[in-house]
C-alpha cells in the first residue's frame, strides 16, 4: 500500500477519550467504513499478507473484526467464520473465557465452523493487549486447524499484544499506533 493511503486511513481514524471507560482512547473506525475507496485500500492491504496461500476460512471476531474479516474472505476467495460473544451462535460451540483491555469476555465458535487441516486467518479490527485475538486463536487451535497468522487493521503496540500471542504465526497489522 502506498505511504499516502497509508496516511490517509491513519489520519480517518477518529480518536475518541474515555470510550467506553474513563482513560481508555477508543479509536473509531466508522469514519474509515464510510469512505468506499480508503476500505478498499483497507481490505487489500490485510489481505496482501495472505494473497496465494490457499486460505480457506478467515475467522472474524466479533462485532468489528466481522467486517474486516468478511471482506478479506471474499478478497482472497474464502469462507468467513465468526468467533462470536457467548450466548450469540445457535449451535453447538466451543468457548473461551479471557480478559481485555476493559473488563473480561467470553467468545465461542461453532463446533463445526472448521475443519481439522483447514487453512486459516485470523482477523479484527484491533489488537490491543491480545486477549481476545489469544482467545480467538485457542479456538482455531482446539479445532485442528491450520493457522496461517493474524492480521489487524490497527495495532495498539504500546499495550504489547503481540507478545501475547507469541508462537501463534505471524501476526500483521495495516497500522500502528
Ligand atoms: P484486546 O483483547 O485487549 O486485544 O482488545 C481487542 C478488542 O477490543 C478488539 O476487538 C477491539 O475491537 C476492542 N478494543 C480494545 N481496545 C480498543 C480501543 N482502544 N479502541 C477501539 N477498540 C478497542
Given at each position: ?13 477518529r ?21 468506499a ?58 468457548g ?39 482467545a ?42
Amino acid at each position: 500500500m502506498s505511504p499516502d493511503s497509508l496516511e490517509r486511513l491513519r489520519s480517518t481514524i477518529r480518536d475518541v477519550p474515555d470510550f467506553p471507560q474513563p482513560g481508555i482512547l477508543f479509536k473509531d473506525i466508522t469514519p474509515v467504513l464510510a469512505d468506499a475507496e480508503l476500505m478498499k485500500a483497507a481490505i487489500e492491504g490485510m489481505a496482501e499478507n495472505f494473497v496465494g496461500q490457499k486460505v480457506d476460512k478467515v475467522v472474524g471476531i466479533d462485532a468489528r473484526g466481522f467486517i474486516f474479516g468478511a471482506l478479506i474472505a471474499q478478497h482472497l476467495g474464502a469462507g468467513f467464520v465468526p468467533v462470536r460473544k457467548k450466548g450469540k451462535l445457535p449451535w453447538k460451540t466451543r468457548g473461551v473465557d479471557y480478559s481485555l483491555e476493559y473488563g473480561t469476555n467470553s467468545v465461542e465458535m461453532h463446533l463445526d465452523a472448521l475443519a481439522p487441516g483447514e487453512r486459516v486467518v485470523l482477523a479484527d479490527d484491533l489488537l490491543a493487549t491480545g486477549g481476545t485475538a489469544g482467545a480467538a486463536l485457542e479456538l482455531i487451535r482446539e479445532s485442528g486447524a491450520e493457522l496461517l497468522g493474524s492480521v489487524f487493521f490497527i495495532e495498539l503496540a504500546f499495550l504489547c499484544g503481540r507478545e501475547k500471542l507469541e508462537n501463534c504465526g505471524p501476526i500483521h497489522s495495516l497500522l500502528t499506533f
